[in-house]
């Protein structure tokens, strides 16, 4: 009878979502995309709350303040029917500076000085969102981007849309939510209670449960949560080194320059009129941005299904030993498509394996599952 009570709640819940934001049941208003089609072809009228989020070796100041202030379809513009305040953060050191402001981001003179701050500071990741309420509490400063101290990182997390807070809930577990306080609401029963916030812990779980690992992370909690709600799933999630975005439900684009001043930026909509180069992901897609690459994108991150026991057993025997060392050494240097690629041997789930998943097998060596 309980568990017939909780689907019933969860189901009532994602009927409330998909009225709130626009879907039925068979499925999303938006179609679904080739990544050859540019991001003109996308409806952006469809859906509340946008984000941002660009990461390189030192953003571009000048880029940064058209995205968030001076371009059509700027954060700060957004504000206009985005109406329930506005975050910042930005990334220089480990920990992350944030600004946040509950008028509107397009009528809140805070907003253009907190996007100027971020646009000067040089820092490597900076993300930004506006918010449309539809869960928990609505007269406060956007609690967007919501932020947690794990594993050694401050983690920054976006959402683009509404999931079941009873779903995610139960998902996460009363022990785990016990010991992670909400950023918003004195406990998780207080109605003030976010369902981003719900939604980035779930993430976080899954992630630290295989062994911080954020693409395995992410492969989980989606597939958890997509196989029992429809409503939108959006996000993006930074740990300060590495910046990953998700679309499910909601449009979502990317960009990538080449140029001297390297980038790579996600948005919920192109900020540009023209769009040009502009590129829509696809319902599913997962893409990995970093300072130094070009974007990876996995087409679909509910077929991923490896998982590493121990940290840094790469070949999955039950111990760290020199094999796993040579597993990534004959792949060192790969990224996701390449043809030496091994995706067990990138460890931190950042779709290149590098000199960070040699030091993960190094600092586990010698270990064996118990």
């Known amino acids: 009878m309980e568990r017939t009570c909780t689907r019933a709640i969860v189901l009532f819940e994602t009927l409330v979502i998909l009225l709130c934001f626009g879907f039925s049941l068979f499925g999303s208003v938006s179609p679904r995309i080739s990544h050859e089609v540019s991001a003109s072809a996308e409806d952006y009228e469809l859906h509340q709350c946008r984000f941002w989020a660009m990461i390189s070796r030192s953003l571009p100041e000048r880029v940064v303040i058209d995205h968030l202030v001076n371009a059509p379809y700027s954060l700060r513009n957004l504000g206009s029917y985005n109406v329930n305040g506005w975050g910042l953060a930005y990334y220089n050191d480990s920990e992350p500076a944030v600004r946040r402001g509950r008028p509107p981001a397009s009528s809140d003179p ?195 299904t490896f998982k590493i026991t121990i940290r840094g057993d790469v070949n999955d025997d039950g111990r760290v030993d020199v094999k796993d060392l040579y597993a990534v050494a004959l792949t060192f240097g790969a990224f996701s498509g390449h043809s030496r690629w091994n995706s067990t041997a990138d460890i931190n789930g950042d779709l290149q394996v590098d000199v960070r998943d040699y030091y993960v097998v190094c600092r586990s060596f010698g270990k064996t599952e118990p």
């Open 110 to 304: 805070n907003f253009a000085l907190a996007a100027q701050e971020l646009a000067e500071s040089g820092a490597h990741v900076g993300v930004g969102h506006v918010r449309m309420a539809s869960s928990g509490a609505w007269n406060i400063p956007d609690p967007h981007p919501f932020m947690r101290f794990k594993n050694g990182k401050w983690w920054a997390f976006g959402h683009n849309g509404g999931v079941s807070g009873t779903l995610l809930k139960s998902l996460i577990g009363s022990e785990y939510l016990d010991q992670n306080p909400p950023t918003v609401g004195t406990n998780w029963s207080d109605p003030d209670v976010v369902d981003s916030d719900l939604y980035m812990l779930y993430v976080l779980k899954c992630t630290e449960e295989n062994h911080w690992n954020a693409t395995l992370g992410i492969a989980k909690a989606v597939k958890d949560i997509s196989a029992n709600s429809y409503g939108g799933m959006n996000f993006f999630l930074t740990d300060g080194e590495t910046l990953w975005g998700f679309r499910r439900g909601n449009t979502l684009c990317y960009y990538y320059n080449e140029s001297s001043t390297q980038y790579s930026v996600i948005a919920s909509q192109p900020p540009t009129s023209s769009q040009e180069n502009w590129i829509t992901l696809n319902d599913y897609n997962l893409i990995t941005l970093t300072r130094d690459d070009a974007p990876s994108i996995i087409e679909d991150i509910r077929t991923i």
